[in-house]
């Protein structure tokens, strides 16, 4: 059951044997993903930055590890084949077209952090929604300069040129497509990006 406001997260249990340690959010999803079936400790990535996690990927002394349960985010893009995210979607103009400096810009966020920004500051990896963010094809290179400044101290918001929304099932289509990337990997281009939360989708430990 997802998380609600007020109620605690997760417990702590013994190590389970055949731990494995994932770096990175990629890791985390073939990790889950995966034929074996083994328990997964997050270590690095998005998703452990927002749980507090260690980022040192090496063995720990800790007898207990806490268990979380967190959601997935599958992720379409113009009709093909789906793809699980753990962390965040994020799509913006190719270099050709202005990158982050023209055009529209998504980012799908199922945790708080991409890298050393806080973009969703009320993002929870259980709630059974993520946090979408559009920034308006129109916003001003001056004030998208601006907020880029102010994303390490999550002060980007509230900005005009700036929508926020919490979904559980979404469609964006765009008139041109849009580079992509799931999780901090390029995965190509698209101008249909749809997403659903999958609730309790896994449970990870840290």
């Known amino acids: 059951m997802t998380i609600k406001p007020g ?13 494995v ?4 959010d990629r890791a985390v999803v073939a990790a889950l993903r995966s034929d074996s079936g083994s328990p997964v ?6 998703l452990a930055r927002t749980l507090g996690a260690s980022v ?8 207990t590890r806490n268990e979380l349960p967190i959601d997935l985010v599958e992720v379409v893009l113009d009709g093909r084949d789906p793809v699980v995210a753990c962390a965040h979607v994020v799509a913006r103009s190719p270099w050709y077209r202005g990158h982050w400096w023209r055009g529209p810009i998504l980012a799908v ?7 050393d920004w806080d973009i969703a500051p009320r993002g929870h990896p259980n ?4 946090e979408a963010f559009e920034v308006a094809p129109t916003m001003a290179v001056r004030a998208r ?14 900005h005009r040129d700036i929508t926020t929304r919490s ?3 979404q469609q964006w289509v765009f008139p041109s497509a849009l580079d992509v990337a799931i999780d901090g990997h390029p995965v190509g281009r698209a101008s249909s990006i749809g997403v659903t939360v999958i609730p309790d989708a896994a449970v990870i430990y840290a």
Do not use: K, Y
């Open 7 to 19: 109620e605690p997260w997760g417990r702590q249990v013994p190590v389970p044997d055949g731990l």
């Open 21 to 24: 340690v994932a770096d990175s």
């Open 41 to 46: 400790q997050v270590v690095g990535g998005d």
């Open 56 to 63: 040192v990927a090496c063995p720990s002394t800790r007898a």
């Open 109 to 115: 966020m199922n945790v708080e952090f991409i890298g």
């Open 127 to 130: 709630d059974g929604r993520v």
């Open 145 to 158: 300069a601006a907020a880029r400044r102010r994303l390490r101290s999550a002060t980007h918001l509230p």
């Open 167 to 169: 979904v559980r099932c």
